[in-house]
């Protein structure tokens, strides 16, 4: 998976608890992405980061917030989960050559169930 | 929206056959991508065309790229049973140097063996 973990793979939580999702790289690539995939909607992107401490909100960032302190890492946290925040969550990252190719490399996904 | 917009949405084939999944989109982009998704996995990419291109190859796949209709296609030759997952177009709409790209829907494709 293009060293990229993500962790935890699974988490089961209450409503109103807040959470946190850990994304973390070795390729040392600049961009970085978080997605949530929910059936019928595909890979929606919810923030995004473009270096350290750069960030930036995506299609449904609502009810998110990023960190990014360190290349390596991409933080995702929920501040008051929701049932409607149950998804799947996938990290990606990116380096956007000369090119202007972007190809994207996902991590193998954290299933969230708020119950 | 300008997510890519993709059909079918499944496809069930017997293997040896071709499986063609098209994807349509809404404005001007850098480049089109395909990415492929096996089942509780994360996405793989597949292939990237360039919007001055329209055609690329890559083993048994075929991309096509339409830029006056804003459409492309994915070719799989000859399938096999390890084809089955579901594909995604995602597209790069020219969203500065960001690296965002807008995913569709997806197309589950089932190869029968």
């Known amino acids: 998976d293009a060293g990229i973990t993500q962790s935890p793979r699974h988490k089961v939580t209450e409503t109103g608890t807040p959470v946190t999702l850990r994304c973390h790289q070795t390729?040392?690539?600049?961009?970085m992405y978080w997605y949530r995939q929910d059936p019928g909607h595909g890979l929606r992107l919810i923030h995004y980061?473009?270096?350290?401490?750069?960030?930036d909100k995506g299609e449904v960032s609502d009810g998110y917030s990023v960190s990014r302190s360190k290349t390596e890492d991409f933080l995702l946290t929920l501040e008051s989960a929701t049932s409607s925040q149950t998804s799947v969550y996938f990290c990606?990252?990116?380096?956007?050559?000369?090119?202007?190719?972007?190809?994207?490399?996902f991590g193998p996904g954290t299933r969230l169930t708020v119950l | 929206s300008q997510q890519g917009e993709e059909d079918p949405q499944a496809l069930s084939i017997q293997e040896g056959e071709n499986a063609t999944m098209n994807c349509s989109y809404k404005?001007?982009?850098?480049?089109l991508q395909w990415y492929r998704q096996n089942s509780g996995r994360g996405l793989v990419h597949l292939i990237l065309?360039?919007?001055?291109?329209r055609e690329k190859h890559s083993g048994r796949l075929r991309v096509t790229l339409d830029t006056s209709k804003k459409s492309s296609s994915l070719l799989i030759t000859a399938s096999r049973a390890a084809d089955t997952a579901s594909y995604f177009c995602?597209?790069?709409?020219?969203?500065?140097?960001?690296?965002?790209?807008?995913f569709g829907q997806g197309t589950t494709l089932q190869v029968k063996p």
């Open positions: 065309i360039r919007s001055n291109e």
């Open positions: 404005t001007s982009i850098n480049n």
């Open positions: 390729e040392n690539h600049r961009y």
């Open positions: 995602a597209t790069d709409f020219r969203s500065g140097n960001t690296g965002k790209l807008i």
């Open positions: 980061s473009y270096g350290v401490k750069d960030t």
């Open positions: 990606a990252i990116s380096d956007v050559g000369l090119e202007q190719e972007n190809e994207q490399f």
